[in-house]
């Protein structure tokens, strides 16, 4: 189709799993933060100057951010250097694409929304609990007013697939009973485990529809983290018995989070995108190739 896509952030799990997407039917170009892809040119989002200087190089028709400031309890400590990475690092790629036609993907959270609403909608009202969801709100908001008609904004939740940092909540865990220790984990925190191979080809399904906006992209599941855990465990065939279900207050994590947020998807599907996997299938197809 011709097309340059330029995926921010290629080394994270998202963009791993974009790059694969789009590749084959599109030029992909991968730009990462610090590695692990030697040779790829570099990006840091915190650093407008150098962003607007790879854009003109590339000169992306698609540009999708993957990369973002992640460490939910980081972003505390570290709030001005979250907004730069999450508001406007963004700002700046959607300025750059205002006029030239390219299209931005920014991706978001479902922790946009404070856990009070049975099912939130693209349309209910946000309200962030911490730093990390309140940067996600004004990344998302920067890529609006940059972008009004060309942008898509997609929030999604406890993403897990094949992660060259093994950061996720699913490696990380397995890895951690794999080595023999325990795991404590929230007993109380609800939310809809996705792939990130399907959030990806929700991208490219939109993008190749025209589509702008926002959606919810996130698994069919709702289910605690513990719950989730102890899929994990069967599906992995781990001894579930040490991980430990704690309430959500007994863990002092530095950032509130919500604890049940539910994202309603009714307009993903009502655009015709595949249906997401559930937690076996997508833990079965994790299984073995991480
Ligand atoms: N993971 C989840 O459960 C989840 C849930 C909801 C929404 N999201 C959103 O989904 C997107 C993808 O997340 P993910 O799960 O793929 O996270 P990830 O695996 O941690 O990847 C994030 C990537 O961002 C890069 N990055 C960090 N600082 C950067 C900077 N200053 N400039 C450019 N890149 C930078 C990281 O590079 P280094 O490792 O080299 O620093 C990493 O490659 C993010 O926008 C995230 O907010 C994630």
């Known amino acids: 189709m011709g097309r340059r896509v330029l995926v921010l952030g290629a080394g994270g799990q998202l963009g791993m799993a974009l790059v694969q997407k789009f590749q084959g039917a599109y030029e992909v170009m991968e730009a990462v933060h610090r590695g692990p892809k030697p040779g790829r040119p570099l990006v840091d989002l915190a650093d407008a100057a150098g962003t607007l200087r790879l854009l003109d190089r590339l000169a992306p028709d698609w540009i999708l951010i993957a990369g973002a400031y992640c460490n939910v309890d980081g972003c505390e400590s570290e709030a001005e250097l979250c907004r730069r990475v999450n508001v406007e690092g963004p700002r700046s790629v959607a300025r750059w694409a205002r006029g030239r036609g390219a299209i931005v993907v920014f991706y978001s959270t479902d922790h946009v929304f404070d856990g009070s609403l049975a099912s939130a909608s693209e349309e209910s009202p ?28 997609l929030r999604t939740s406890s993403l897990y697939g094949p992660d060259q940092a093994r950061k996720n909540f699913v490696l990380r865990l397995a890895d951690r009973l794999v080595a023999g220790g325990t795991v404590r984990v929230a007993s109380d925190q609800w939310g809809s485990p996705t792939a990130t191979s399907d959030v990806a080809g929700a991208t490219r399904f939109l993008l190749e529809k025209d589509r702008t906006g926002t959606f919810h992209a996130v698994g069919p599941d709702f289910l605690s983290r513990i719950d989730f855990a102890h899929r994990i465990c069967a599906s992995f065939g781990l001894d579930a018995r040490r991980v430990i279900a704690v309430p959500t207050e007994e863990l002092h994590q530095p950032a509130r989070r919500p604890l049940r947020v539910r994202l309603g998807t009714r307009k993903l599907s009502a655009a015709g995108a595949e249906p997401f996997s559930n937690v076996e299938l997508g833990l079965a197809a994790l299984k073995g190739r991480p």
Do not use: D, F
Not at 136 to 145: D, F, I, L, M, S
């Open 126 to 153: 946000v309200h962030p609990l911490n730093r990390y969801a309140q940067s996600k709100v004004e990344g998302e908001q920067a890529v609006r007013e940059e972008l009004p008609e060309s942008h898509l904004i």
